[in-house]
Each structure stands twice: as structure tokens, then as C-alpha cells.
């Protein structure tokens, strides 16, 4: 029933967010030909539009899997949408699927956009110079540890949310209105960055990246808090400790808020 949901949503989905990546390919391939051309006005105006525009398909991706979410489940159509026999989570899971597929695609357009505005300007030289810069000091695989770190950031903001919008719509809180998803997630939100940031500093794992001669990066058992604790002090550090107890954190919390998510889903809200 998976594949049937997921295949549903796809096909609804795509009749508007690719329009978005249409946009933003004929607007790369305007900056390509003024740049290519030598209409150099042209070329840096085009370019901040490209800018602009990648920078807005994301944020306009997010807007619409979001309210996707909401009118789905929680508005007339979900009436019909959990008289399906199908599981609230295996609902939440296609959900989150299509959801996530579509930001990372719309994140590429935004990358993609970037570089090219970039090269619009005229600066693609000095990107070209951080990467050799990164590759001097041995830190050329850090792109490969930022993918991963993306992918985490997405679900963990669907996660919360899917959770907001979930909870918003129990019973207590529909004398509030539409305002009670925001403070939710607000609320949501400002608790689990404070628990993230103790975990970050206190949990004994992190990376840790040698400044002594040739740089290196390696794992270490070290918590971050004796790291700060000599930052503070204003003596000069020898390495650099950057905790990874936040990122172990928002792995779980995206389990946990997934799971609290679909039992609300299955009995404890009320649709307006």
C-alpha cells in the first residue's frame, strides 16, 4: 500500500513543484548566454535573479509539501484520506518520503542556481581558489561529510513540523486556531535545540581537527566543553573539538517525533 500512496503523491505533486525547476533552468540558461554574449549589465542582473529564485524554490518547496500535509489530513479531504485501510504511519511515511525527495531536489536547484549566479558575477575563480584551499589542508572530503548532515537537517525539520501541525490539531487546541501550529513548533523547537546543544558539548564523541603542522581530522572520545572552556580562557587552541552528540540527538528525535506523530495521527485529533 506504500508504493500506491507514494506513487499517488508523486504524480500529484509533480503538477507543480518541477514548474519550479523549469523557472529556475531558464533563468540559468539566460545568465549563461548574457554572460556568454559580454552584456555584462545584463549578465549580473540575471544572475541575482537566479540567486534569488534558487534561494525561493526551496522555501517555496517547503511551503507547499507543508500545506500539502495539512490539507491532506487535516482539512475536508482528510475525512477521506484515514477512511483509508491503511495505517496512520504508513500515511506519515509517504509523507515524509515524497516530502523529503522534493527538498533535496529543490535543494540541487538551489546549489545549481548558486554556482551559476556565481559564475554570472564572476567569481567562480574564488571558488575555485576555497577548494584548493580546503585540498591544501587535507580537507577536501569535507563536502562528503556535509550530504549526510543535510539529509539529517531535512528530516529532522519535517519531523518537527509534521509533529506541530499534528499536535495543533488535537482537540485542545483548536480554540487557538491556525496560530497553535506555529507555537508548537516554536515551542517544539526552542526545547530540542537546548537538549541538542547539551549533547552537542557534553556527549564524548566528536571530530577533532589538528591545527599543528598538517591539518588532520580524525574521531575522538572528547567532549567539546574542555574546548570551550580553553576558548574562553583566550589561549591560542591547538585543535579544534566539534561535537557530534547533537546530530546522534536529532537522529533519535526524528524516530521519536515520527512515532509520537503517527499515535496522535491514529486517535487523538480532530479534524476542522
Avoid at 575522538?220 to 591560542?236: R, V
Wanted: charged share 10%.
Amino acid at each position: 500500500m506504500l508504493s500506491k500512496l507514494l506513487k499517488y503523491e508523486f504524480r500529484d505533486t509533480s503538477r507543480t513543484i518541477p514548474l519550479f525547476y523549469l523557472i529556475t533552468l531558464i533563468f540559468a540558461g539566460i545568465v549563461l548566454s548574457a554572460k556568454k554574449v559580454g552584456i555584462e549589465w545584463f549578465t549580473i542582473t540575471s544572475s541575482l535573479l537566479l540567486l534569488l529564485l534558487g534561494i525561493a524554490v526551496a522555501i517555496i518547496t517547503l511551503a507547499v509539501v507543508v500545506m500539502r500535509f495539512y490539507k491532506n489530513f487535516y482539512s475536508n479531504e482528510g475525512y477521506l484520506m484515514f477512511t483509508l485501510p491503511v495505517k496512520p504511519h504508513v500515511l506519515l511515511a509517504s509523507k515524509f518520503l515524497v516530502s523529503f525527495t522534493w527538498l533535496i531536489l529543490s535543494y540541487g536547484a538551489c546549489i545549481g542556481a548558486f554556482f551559476i549566479s556565481m559564475y554570472g558575477f564572476g567569481v567562480s575563480g574564488e571558488l575555485k581558489d576555497i577548494v584548493e584551499e580546503l585540498e591544501r589542508f587535507g580537507l577536501q572530503n569535507i563536502f562528503y561529510a556535509i550530504i549526510p548532515l543535510v539529509i539529517l537537517s531535512t528530516l529532522y525539520l519535517l519531523a518537527q513540523i509534521y509533529f506541530a501541525i499534528t499536535i495543533a490539531n488535537r482537540p485542545a487546541f483548536h480554540g487557538i486556531g491556525v496560530a497553535s501550529a506555529f507555537l508548537v513548533f516554536l515551542a517544539t523547537n526552542v526545547i530540542l535545540q537546548l537538549v541538542e546543544a547539551i549533547f552537542t558539548i557534553f556527549v564524548p564523541f566528536s571530530v577533532n581537527i589538528n591545527l599543528m603542522e598538517e591539518v588532520s581530522v580524525s574521531l575522538s572520545s572528547k567532549n567539546m566543553f574542555g574546548f570551550l572552556i580553553n576558548s574562553m580562557d583566550g589561549s591560542n587552541p591547538q585543535n579544534i573539538v566539534i561535537g557530534l552528540g547533537g546530530y546522534i540527538f536529532e537522529l533519535f528525535m526524528v524516530f521519536i517525533l515520527f512515532y509520537v506523530t503517527s499515535q496522535n495521527m491514529k486517535n487523538k485529533v480532530s479534524i476542522k
